[in-house]
């Protein structure tokens, strides 16, 4: 496979120390990025998507998401930290969200605000971007950026179908760097800093798709942001505990629900499809694709099961997290009815984000190419139609690639070989083509010797 | 290149399985998403054309570097009136097929705006012959 020349930034990190070459994540992987080689997972970069899926399968905890040094956070004078809704729905109904922000601003931050104050300016742009886009239907939210990734690699037909919108996040994001600037603040000195539940966000910022720049200067984990919380507010309660006067939010109850499945499509008009879990996606983008459906306008696409309440980074329980956030939403509504919802301060600014809110065309890159010529493309296709008659169909993963079909494209491209495969060593053992301690070194150069040698 | 799929009339489940497949081996030749996007669509109607109205059918896909082939072949009632049939909106669909979200009339047509080349032959009571070319430039 040629490579693109092009570097794709991934948060998810093997770590090789602790990998212990099971090939549960080779096997969950929805794109076929992982391979097993010397013992160890290996990540083909330009396959991965972020979606986290193998961090989910790991049993060793061999899979991390990076992070940056918190301590960044004490470069900046003023430093505000971007927090999604979730943040609050990790924890127990009795840790009240003001204990969470006033824990926030202890452990540094000068100033903490919700990702999804973007969400009402976004319910109307997209509502008129439905209206006068004349890209394809349905239309795709941009919003899940491992769902981005995924049709760039695995549907490149469907980029067009992409809303070329920015995310809330790189909204609030822009809209709270400018109100600081109006404040008088050095923009030197401000650093926006956001908590996410996932690697894919990560990705998204640190190599970003449809913008030539993030508007994030660091990330920081859901996991380690809610220990370091956790602890402080524990730490509290031992010295006093007084219950404080609660302020209405301006959080509008959309908002709080956006994260959530459903959270985009119950917003927008027209006939909308919520679709949560990376194999449910693909699935369904592959009748996209094939047009067997019509008349459907909107989609709103979440790589993880549940959305981002099912982020890989969240410490609490997904159905949990959503019942809190649910919760959260009619007391917004609540206070929307009763005309005590304080206005959220985004509008001040709608006019600049407005302009500011398109992406650039999201490219195709596809993994699928076998070669950038057709006519070697064709040959090694032919190639891999004779090989999958040869190799038993087994999937079984024994020759350090995910299935029979993913070793005989990695036979035409030089990255494997037949004999990797354990049927065909069996086959050539008793043909008298190889020996057993051939096969014997092919398998412990795919497995590493500890499988091999082991106790015995 | 050669590749063949069966087709059982009704199986309704099953139509788009053949699409699929031919849309997987065209992303991995590097086709033009585009270009995939014709073809696929174009298969996939002839595919439900088989179920929804012929007992059986075949489809043979032969893919060269400069262009890509489809004979479908099926045994069924046959087409009386192709020119017809070729309109926007005419279908013989039963309500049943229609129910199902099927049979809206554009399959023909939509085949042929998807094709460079379409050949239609039909016998009534016997079957029909689809042959599509579609080339990758």
């Known amino acids: ?456 | 290149m050669e590749y063949d799929y069966e087709i059982q009339g009704g199986d309704f489940s099953s139509a788009g399985f053949a699409s699929s497949h031919l849309k997987k081996i065209l992303k991995q030749i590097g086709i033009e998403p585009k270009l995939i996007k014709r073809i696929v669509i174009a298969l996939y109607e002839a595919e439900v054309n088989i179920v929804a109205h012929a007992y059986e059918g075949r489809i043979h896909v032969e893919i060269e570097p400069g262009q890509i082939r489809l004979e479908i072949q099926d045994r069924g009632p046959g087409i009386e009136d192709i020119e017809q049939a070729m309109e926007d909106g005419y279908s013989t669909a039963s309500e049943e097929v229609r129910e199902m979200g099927f049979g809206a009339g554009m399959g023909l047509s939509n085949i042929k705006n998807n094709s460079d080349d379409l050949e239609i032959t039909s016998t009534v009571n016997e079957g029909t012959e689809l042959t599509i070319i579609k080339k990758f430039k």
């Open chain 1, 1 to 456: 496979m040629i490579m693109s020349a092009q570097a794709f930034h991934h948060a998810l990190k093997i770590q090789e120390d602790i990998c212990i070459g099971c090939a549960h994540c080779m096997n969950v992987c929805p794109t076929g990025a992982l391979r097993v080689v010397n013992g160890k997972a290996r990540l083909l970069a330009e396959r991965c998507v972020d979606c986290g899926e193998c961090y989910r399968a790991c049993p060793v905890s061999a899979i991390t998401v990076e992070q940056d040094d918190f301590r960044r956070v004490f470069d900046f004078g003023h430093s505000v930290l971007l927090v999604p809704e979730l943040l609050f729905g990790q924890f127990p109904e009795d840790v009240d969200k003001t204990l969470i922000m006033d824990a926030l601003r202890q452990v540094g931050f000068s100033e903490v605000v919700e990702v999804e104050h973007a969400a009402s300016l976004l319910k109307e742009s997209t509502h008129d971007y439905l209206e006068q886009s004349e890209q394809e239907r349905p239309l795709i939210s941009a919003f899940c950026p491992a769902v981005v990734r995924l049709i760039q690699v695995k549907f490149p037909a469907l980029v067009d179908h992409i809303i070329l919108q920015k995310p809330p996040l790189d909204i609030t994001a822009l809209y709270y760097r400018r109100k600081l600037e109006d404040q008088g603040y050095d923009p030197g000195d401000i650093g926006i800093f956001y908590v996410t539940q996932c690697a894919a966000k990560i990705a998204a910022i640190k190599s970003p798709v449809g913008e030539s720049q993030s508007y994030i200067d660091g990330v920081i984990n859901m996991d380690y942001i809610y220990n370091k919380v956790y602890s402080t507010i524990k730490n509290q309660k031992n010295s006093f505990n007084e219950p404080k006067q609660k302020a209405p939010e301006a959080l509008c109850p959309e908002g709080v629900l956006w994260s959530l499945t459903h959270g985009e499509a119950d917003q927008v008009e027209g006939r909308c499809l919520a679709i949560d879990g990376i194999h449910n996606v693909i699935e369904f983008l592959e009748k996209v694709e094939n047009e067997e459906m019509s008349g459907v306008d909107f989609l709103e696409l979440r790589a993880c099961d549940e959305s981002c309440a099912g982020g890989i980074l969240n410490p609490a329980n997904r159905f949990l997290t959503v019942e809190r956030l649910r919760n959260k939403a009619r007391e917004q509504e609540k206070l929307e009815r009763e005309g005590r919802r304080p206005q959220s301060g985004i509008q001040h600014y709608r006019g600049y984000l407005t302009e500011n809110l398109a992406l650039q065309p999201v490219v195709p890159r596809s993994i699928m190419k076998l070669d950038e010529d057709m006519t070697r493309a064709l040959n090694k296709m032919r190639r891999v139609k004779d090989l999958m008659n040869t190799l038993p169909g087994v999937d079984c993963g024994v020759c350090g690639a995910p299935s029979c079909s993913a070793l005989a494209e990695d036979i035409v491209n030089n990255k494997g070989s037949l004999r990797d495969c354990i049927f065909i060593q069996r086959k050539y053992e008793q043909k008298k083509i190889q020996r057993p301690d051939e096969s014997y070194d092919i398998m412990r150069r795919i497995w590493g010797d500890n499988k091999l040698l082991g106790n015995q």
